[in-house]
């Protein structure tokens, strides 16, 4: 256990999907542990909740949301929080985590995860949220590194700097995707490594891989087909500088199988050097 | 009397991934600018970027990109082989493909019918028309059967068949995410005095709706879910109840009598009153005929989890 939090190293899991719900309740196959995706089972009484509680009875679970919305000026929406405390309390689940982003403004909601422009307004602004989060949670709040397409003029730090000093002043903890910093380094020209260098790992509590699509001018995190090999390469130096860290394989387009897309996700044993 | 199985399939699932556009899109009317503030361009609050860069992502793709390229290379930085505007209408894209693939997850049979270009067209103008406001997508598609009968829909199909098709396909939605009571069994009815079944009321499943339409909608959904290519059917009354027990969803057609019967008893009729509807509405029947058959659909309207419990006469 090496992140400050400690929260502990799950293994290899992948994400909950509804294509594999039948599988899943079927076999009981051996799985580390499962990310759910909570706005899939928030704002819901219905089926979706049958399917995480009987997920949630035999799995270690933890959740990740893409609506939190933690940058937007709009009000933090405590009802929204309410829910996904509820989720979290239901579900056991060890973290809660959602993405360094904004999803929409002045009550229109686009949810898309759209860039921050990274100044020390929006760092003052993003902390205050996370702190006001956190309490509310009565825990961590994990924050991603998002793939982004696009970048402020104006901004007066990269991303790595940004997420560093937010983890630090808001005392949060990080979901470093390695994907989405391949994607964003080629998008923006920058070296992943040197992102890698900048994260602070005892905050990092998970990482995630995913399959991205290339169209030559720039890179899509679409989170289909096979992992490329330089993202696993950057897994497997996330995970030594963490020291051993949960990691999820997120398959959300075209999604094969539960066997293909599980066996891609053990493939992370290779680069993280543990037992296959 | 027969039900179908809802394949599981139509929760669309959120995921952090960028969705891809794949269809060109056609000229929407409507637009969907952010309320509030002006987005200013020259407002580099964060506020101000926010509302600047919601407005840009939020307008029409067949419309021009509300800033220019100047402004947007004042704004944003171009990337090492796109430019700022480029790079900007990649977030426009993934707008509208994301509310797109929601809609077409809810819709899949309304999809089939109007065929992929009409479809997306459609969903073109329903997100002009209708941005979303709340931080789930589960329940964003629920305007889609109001829209197609109203004039700002596109009409390639008879609205009433697309509008009856979308109700029935939105009522699985609403059935997913409703909560299930647990069900009535007939074993549970057993322990109601004989005396007391006149005036007894049964409670609904809070899972179930109950739909009457103009086309016979349901029969063209199975078929499509069957692998056919039907035709769009001539207008001719039906109804259907669509519900869920446990995880499974199903859809049961109904004849106008047992709609009518089973409308009573969810609206909190009795039982004498509800049934008496129903065998009302036989002709030619004896009366031991009816009152058989009536009971039949009774007793499989209560297996089939369309009920979660009794209230007694002298309860109510």
Known sequence: MSNRFGLPDLGVGIGLRTVHYGHIVDAWPQVDWFEILSDNYMHTAGRPLHFADAVAARYPVALHGVALSIGSTDPIDRAYLAELRALRDRTRARWVSDHLCWTGVAGRNTHDLLPLPYTEETLRHVVDRVRFVQDFLGAPLALENPSTYVEFAGASMREWEFLARLAEEADCAILLDVNNVFVSARNHGFDPRAYLDAVPYDRVVQLHVAGHTDHGTHIIDSHIGPVDDDVWKLLGEAWRRAGGVSVLLEWDAEIPSFEETHAEALRARRFIGAAA | ?316
């Open chain 2, 1 to 316: 009397m027969s039900r179908q199985i809802v394949e599981q399939g139509v929760l669309h699932e959120r995921a952090s991934a960028t969705p891809e556009a794949s269809r060109r899109p056609g000229r929407v009317g409507a637009t969907a600018p952010v309320r509030g503030d002006h987005a200013a361009p020259g407002d580099a609050s964060l506020r101000g970027r926010q509302q600047w860069f919601a407005t840009a992502v939020m307008t029409p793709e067949s419309e021009p990109s509300p800033a220019g390229v100047d402004e947007v290379d004042r704004i944003l930085t171009r990337g090492p082989r796109l430019c700022a505007m480029d790079r900007l209408e990649i977030y426009r894209r993934g707008y509208h493909a994301r509310l797109v693939e929601c809609l077409a997850d809810d819709y899949p049979v309304l999809r089939h019918a109007l065929g992929e270009d009409d479809f997306d067209g459609l969903c073109r103008v329903y997100i002009a028309t209708h941005p979303s406001d709340g931080p789930s997508l589960n329940y964003y598609g629920r305007r889609m059967a109001a829209l197609l009968r109203s004039a700002a829909a596109p009409a390639p199909l008879p609205r009433g068949f697309a509008a009856d098709l979308a109700a029935l396909e939105w009522a699985v939605v609403e059935v997913i995410h409703a909560p299930s009571s647990g069900p009535l069994t007939l074993e549970g009815l057993g322990h109601v005095p004989a005396e007391a079944w006149p005036g007894a009321r049964l409670v609904a499943n809070t899972a179930a709706r109950l739909l009457r339409f103009e086309y016979p909608v349901n029969r063209y959904f199975q078929a499509v879910r069957n692998g056919e290519a039907p035709r769009v059917p001539e207008a001719a009354a039906s109804a259907t109840v669509v519900y869920r027990s446990g995880p499974t969803l199903w859809r049961m057609d109904l004849t106008p009598p047992m709609h009518d019967a089973l409308a009573g008893l969810v609206a909190g009729e009795t039982l004498e009153e509800a049934l008496s509807r129903a065998e009302a509405g036989f002709v030619g029947l004896s009366e031991e005929e009816v009152g058989r058959r009536v009971m039949g659909w009774f007793e499989e309207w209560v297996s089939s989890g369309l009920f979660s419990g009794v209230l007694p006469a002298r309860d109510r």
